[in-house]
Nanobody
Framework: QVQLVESGGGLVQPGDSLSLSCTAS????????MGWFRQAPGKEREFVAR???????YYSNFVQGRFTISRDKAKNTVYLQLNSLKLGDTAVYFC??????????????????WGQGTNVTVSS
């Protein structure tokens, strides 16, 4: 079955860290750029970060060095390390696959496969 399954969300305080994981199955993970997006309550889904098949990374401006995306080809998994979390980082975080091999996603329409999402809540 072709799917992405996220894990690792939770409730944390401002300044805390979380590590999100997204495990892929049913397709050749090594051929696809992977991205993380998020959707805050009442807002549209937005791009967070992506990692290419050659492990080049790209981040949205709001990340400001706080998040790190990485991938492990052996485990078919992409990670998003969230550090120095802020109240405004509260959202459902989704991983997604670029819509074709070696295609760099930066928006919703660039992706053709999505995980179910994992909740990240930052609250004092």
């Amino acid at each position: 079955q072709v799917q992405l399954v996220e894990s690792g969300g939770g409730l944390v305080q401002p300044g805390d860290s979380l590590s999100l994981s997204c495990t892929a199955s049913g397709f050749d993970f090594s051929l696809y750029d992977m991205g993380w997006f998020r959707q805050a309550p009442g807002k549209e889904r937005e791009f967070v970060a992506r990692v290419s098949i050659s492990t080049r990374t790209y981040y949205s401006n709001f990340v400001q060095g706080r998040f790190t995306i990485s991938r492990d080809k052996a485990k078919n998994t992409v990670y998003l390390q969230l550090n120095s979390l802020k109240l405004g980082d509260t959202a459902v975080y989704f991983c997604a696959r670029g819509r074709k091999p070696d295609y760099a996603p930066v928006r919703d329409t660039d992706c053709d496969l999505w995980g179910q999402g994992t909740n990240v809540t930052v609250s004092s």
